[in-house]
């Protein structure tokens, strides 16, 4: 779980806080990706500290190697579009419904990492 925030705040030692420095990716399209069902899925399921505690944790290092694919512009600006709905839509309402978008964020993802049907179906059936 992640967002994108320009306010100043105080954090405990299980929030992260990290800044893009890499001027290709955009941290909205950071932020789709590593909230996608994929991402959610390969961390929980590959990362050993993921699974350390009772609950699910994700370290800096687990984020860190996390490989980013490379978009057009075109295709980087459809999932931004995105995202800033579902940022306008929880800003408007916390409680508002952005499951449709998120779906055809995961459904993109999936297409960047170029995954067969069957992960897919693995993917979300683990998810719930």
Do not use: C, H, W
Request: hydrophobic fraction near 35%; charged fraction near 30%.
């Amino acid at each position: 779980m992640a967002t994108l925030t320009d306010e100043e705040f105080i954090t405990k030692k299980d929030i992260y806080i990290f800044i893009n420095n890499n001027n290709q990716f955009s941290a909205r399209y950071l932020l789709a990706i590593i909230n996608s069902k994929f991402i959610s899925f390969m961390q929980t399921n590959i990362s050993a500290s993921a699974k350390k505690d009772d609950f699910t944790q994700i370290t800096l290092n687990d984020i860190r190697k996390i490989k980013i694919p490379e978009l057009t512009k075109e295709r980087k600006k459809d999932i931004e579009n995105l995202v800033d709905q579902i940022l306008n839509a929880k800003k408007s309402d916390p409680n508002a419904d952005t499951t449709a978008l998120e779906t055809e964020i995961d459904q993109m993802v999936y297409q960047l990492y170029n995954l067969t049907p069957e992960e897919i179906e693995i993917i979300e059936s683990s998810s719930g």
